[in-house]
């Protein structure tokens, strides 16, 4: 299946389990990896025959960070929803949510989460 691709997408929001996270926020780097059909598009170079990444930007953007949660695998499953309901081309998403500065001790680049869901 072909792929419509959003990597390092950043957003500030106050999701997490700690009180630190909800109160100060952090920043969230999302990546999207969109699975649709994009043979129509590759031939006929219109618009209308692919999925506007723009858009998919914004619906990611809209509930990260208008919304909160405690966890970020909540998150990554509302994101996933709000694709599947906004763009019926889309086949199949992959979201991965990271934080590079979650409150816990050690020394990482990042934690996260990535989920993986097809249309029902």
């Known amino acids: 299946m072909d792929k419509i691709i959003l990597?390092?997408?950043?957003?500030?929001?106050?999701?997490?389990?700690?009180?630190?996270?909800?109160?100060?926020?952090q920043i969230?780097?999302?990546?999207?990896?969109l699975a649709?059909?994009?043979k129509a598009a590759s031939e006929t170079d219109?618009?209308?025959?692919?999925?506007?990444?723009?858009?998919?930007?914004?619906?990611?953007?809209?509930?990260?960070e208008g919304s909160r949660y405690v966890l970020i695998e909540k998150l990554a499953?509302?994101?996933?929803?709000?694709?599947?309901?906004?763009?019926p081309a889309i086949l199949a998403v992959t979201i991965r949510?990271?934080?590079?500065?979650p409150p816990i001790a050690g020394h990482y680049d990042a934690v996260g989460v990535e989920i993986k869901r097809e249309r029902p």
């Open 97 to 101: 949510i990271t934080k590079e500065n």
């Open 46 to 64: 219109n618009l209308e025959d692919t999925v506007h990444y723009g858009q998919v930007f914004e619906t990611i953007k809209k509930r990260v």
């Open 7 to 25: 990597k390092g997408c950043r957003f500030y929001a106050y999701h997490g389990a700690f009180s630190e996270e909800q109160t100060l926020g």
């Open 77 to 87: 499953g509302v994101v996933c929803q709000d694709i599947f309901e906004h763009f």
């Open 36 to 38: 649709v059909d994009l």
């Open 28 to 33: 969230f780097v999302v990546d999207a990896e």
